[in-house]
């Protein structure tokens, strides 16, 4: 009798695990960025980023649709190149992921877009700014970061109205990201009257630029812009040195605006000389910025590069879109997203029709002692 009792306790406590388990549902949240290659640091950043998010939200014992909910990241390589890019969306379509934060690059985000919007799963960048990603008007393609016609035409400004700058030499590396960040930066440089006296071009994998840098010297610019990423400023701006290029500004968007620029410039004076543009506030202005950014040191001390704020954020929206559809199927849920009003770290985040960011603002930098200091 007692054997009897003992086993019918062991299965009714069975049975309410069992219970328990099948109330709650695992569901799984892709993000892609660059963790193998030159720009792993910007990719390490923003996984990271989306790695608090989901930690924090499992905090929050969120039920939806009568279950309680685990997220999971399903995290994905695509090393900054196209194809991989749209390989590592087909395999979070695949996989089944609720939804996706990323990608990094534009030359990459605007591949996967697709994909993402032919299976049906929203996708929300914090990071890829070319214009050309929202064009195709996919209502499953959402950025929470203002894009290159904020920041291209906020350096040429700075560059014609604050610097009184005259003339400025243009590279780019011919990535959607790089050559949409110099084509508005010449387009508003040109219409505020200054001169273009030359235009470059290298690659996203080049470090040897003493060629472009001796025929920009010929022409003797005020300033040097140039489209691209820090593996490729750094470099740059020791040769440009080594040129005597010592005195020329050198304008950049968000991808050469990293702490890791002041390592890979390698003590080169030429670092003082920049002025970059990231979209958003600076940390110190954000609604949470100062408090985020300690638990993330805490978290990942050292890794800290631009976008972690924005993938941080950009994995709270979908999942506030899924609380207010109380549905994690994407069809339910994703047209919730266009209607987001959500309090984040980096602002309060609302969309255009387009999915682009509402009111996005941008922020000018520059290094004072090889530290990333606020302009604005």
């Known amino acids: 009798m007692q054997m009897k009792l003992k086993l019918t306790v062991v299965a009714a406590l069975a049975a309410v695990a069992g219970l328990a388990s099948a109330q709650e549902q695992v569901v799984k949240i892709g993000h892609v960025a660059p963790v193998s290659g030159a720009q792993a640091h910007?990719?390490?950043?923003?996984?990271?980023?989306?790695?608090?998010?989901?930690?924090?939200?499992?905090?929050?014992?969120?039920?939806?649709g009568g279950k309680k909910i685990k997220f999971e990241i399903q995290a994905e390589d695509d090393a900054a190149d196209p194809k991989?890019?749209?390989?590592?969306?087909?395999?979070?379509?695949?996989?089944?992921?609720?939804?996706?934060?990323?990608?990094?690059?534009?030359?990459?985000?605007?591949?996967?877009?697709?994909?993402?919007?032919d299976c049906g799963i929203p996708h929300v960048t914090g990071a890829a700014t070319n214009p050309n990603l929202t064009k195709p008007g996919y209502k499953t393609t959402y950025r929470i970061i203002a894009n290159d016609n904020a920041l291209g035409a906020g350096l040429a400004f700075y560059a014609a109205?604050?610097?009184?700058?005259?003339?400025?030499?243009?590279?780019?590396?011919?990535?959607?990201?790089?050559?949409?960040?110099?084509?508005?930066?010449?387009?508003?440089?040109?219409?505020?009257?200054?001169?273009?006296?030359?235009?470059?071009?290298?690659?996203?994998?080049?470090?040897d630029f003493m060629a472009i840098l001796t025929a920009v010297k010929a022409k003797n610019p005020d300033a040097i812009f140039f489209g691209g990423m820090d593996p490729q400023?750094?470099?740059?701006?020791?040769?440009?040195?080594?040129?005597?290029?010592?005195?020329?500004?050198?304008?950049?968007?968000?991808?050469?605006?990293?702490?890791?620029?002041?390592?890979?410039?390698?003590?080169?004076?030429?670092?003082?000389?920049?002025?970059?543009?990231?979209?958003?506030?600076?940390?110190?202005?954000?609604?949470?910025?100062?408090?985020?950014?300690?638990?993330?040191?805490?978290?990942?001390?050292?890794q800290f590069q631009v976008y972690s704020p924005y993938t941080y954020d950009a994995t709270f929206v979908l999942v506030d879109a899924m609380k207010r559809a109380n549905s994690v199927d994407p069809k339910v849920y994703t047209p919730k997203l266009v209607e987001t009003n959500f309090k984040g770290v980096t602002t309060t985040i609302q969309f255009e029709p387009n999915g682009e960011l509402k009111n996005p603002a941008i922020t000018l930098y520059v290094y004072k002692d090889g530290k990333k200091s606020a302009l604005n």
């Not at 989306?50 to 939806?64: F, G, S, V, Y």
């Open 42 to 64: 910007y990719g390490k950043d923003n996984e990271n980023g989306a790695r608090m998010a989901i930690e924090d939200l499992n905090k929050q014992n969120i039920t939806i």
């Open 161 to 207: 109205d604050t610097l009184k700058l005259k003339t400025v030499a243009i590279i780019d590396d011919r990535t959607a990201y790089g050559q949409g960040v110099a084509e508005v930066f010449k387009k508003t440089a040109l219409a505020k009257g200054m001169k273009v006296v030359d235009e470059q071009f290298t690659t996203d994998k080049a470090t």
């Open 84 to 117: 991989q890019g749209a390989a590592a969306a087909q395999k979070l379509c695949d996989a089944k992921v609720a939804g996706v934060v990323g990608h990094l690059n534009s030359g990459t985000t605007i591949p996967a877009s697709k994909v993402y919007n």
């Open 233 to 302: 400023a750094g470099p740059m701006l020791r040769q440009m040195e080594q040129l005597g290029l010592s005195k020329t500004k050198y304008f950049g968007g968000d991808g050469i605006c990293t702490s890791e620029i002041s390592k890979l410039a390698a003590g080169a004076k030429t670092l003082d000389n920049v002025v970059c543009a990231e979209g958003g506030a600076s940390l110190a202005k954000m609604p949470g910025g100062t408090a985020w950014k300690a638990r993330y040191d805490a978290k990942y001390a050292g």
